[in-house]
């Protein structure tokens, strides 16, 4: 049996052009989509590469092992909808955020891993960007060259739907 939080998988990887490469990756765009308003039940905790949940990670899992999600163990894992399927995911209820889902999964995963705990920063209450870009440089300093092009996708996001 296929959850609703399993279809939104399935429809945010068809609406992907079905392709989403990397688990953090695929991490990073529910988070996302799910601070723009999609609503995917997923309880998030911070982790080492930002915002992750484990109950995500499970149902991707569960999809891989019903053989309707393929993951291709490459590096980055890349995951695809199998052709068998893709016909008969519906995609109607994602299908307003299409050209953000795309937009979302062109960027670089370590930027959306930075803007995924931006996000995750301000839903705890840091508004501040000064203090937000030097919470970032603390928790993320290996990303530290990236934290301008992130806020570059942030500013862009709030402008977005």
């Not at 399927?85 to 889902?101: A, E, H, P, V, Y």
């Not at 000064?130 to 530290?144: D, E, F, H, Q, Y």
Request: charged share 30%; hydrophobic share 35%; with cysteine.
């Amino acid at each position: 049996m296929i959850s609703e939080n399993m279809e939104k998988i399935l429809a945010l990887v068809k609406l992907a052009n079905n392709k989403v490469e990397g688990r953090t990756k695929f991490q990073k765009l529910v988070y996302i989509l799910k601070n723009k308003g999609v609503n995917f039940k997923h309880k998030f905790n911070y982790h080492y590469f930002g915002p992750y949940s484990a109950d995500l990670q499970l149902e991707i899992e569960e999809l891989v092992d019903q053989g309707i999600l393929m993951e291709k163990s490459f590096n980055p894992y890349i995951y695809q909808v199998k052709d068998e399927w893709i016909k008969s995911i519906n995609t109607d209820m994602l299908k307003d955020k299409k050209r953000l889902i795309e937009y979302l999964n062109s960027q670089d995963y370590q930027e959306l891993e930075l803007v995924a705990t931006i996000y995750y920063l301000v839903n705890t209450g840091i508004e501040d960007e000064k203090v937000i870009r030097n919470k970032l440089k603390i928790l993320k300093p290996n990303l530290s060259h990236k934290i301008d092009s992130a806020f570059k996708i942030y500013d862009c996001l709030q402008n977005k739907a």
